[in-house]
């Protein structure tokens, strides 16, 4: 199986368990490693074939700014569940960064791997 990957997709979103981040919007970012079969897209050169990107990354970003969650962990799982349903993804390795989170760290996260490589 072919991985078709997009690495640090921001979106904004209001994520957080303290009440001062339920009213701001912060930074996250995505790395999204999904598996799909290039071939076909790839003899046909057909991008109906393909696991758009754009098309992708776009409804993540759709996602992220229209639900709010207080944990990571939620964002992320709900995010991996409707990729693999409405892109037809049997496997998915998602990567969720906080960035700013902690005073002494770059970023914070989640990474799950949901379903059948």
């Not at 991008?47 to 996602?63: K, M, P, T």
């Not at 991996?80 to 902690?102: C, D, N, Q, Y």
């Amino acid at each position: 199986m072919d991985i078709v990957f997009i690495k640090q997709l921001q979106v904004i979103s209001t994520i957080g368990v303290y009440n001062w981040e339920k009213s701001v919007q912060q930074k996250l970012y995505f790395d999204l490693e999904m598996a799909f079969d290039n071939r076909p897209a790839a003899a046909s050169d057909d991008i109906n074939l393909a696991l758009n990107y754009f098309s992708v990354s776009e409804r993540v970003n759709q996602f992220a700014q229209n639900n709010h969650f207080e944990l990571l962990e939620t964002m992320a799982e709900q995010v991996a569940a409707l990729i693999m349903v409405e892109f037809s993804v049997p496997w998915i390795r998602l990567t969720l960064h906080k960035p700013g989170a902690l005073p002494k760290a770059q970023s914070l996260g989640v990474q799950i791997e949901r379903g059948i490589r």
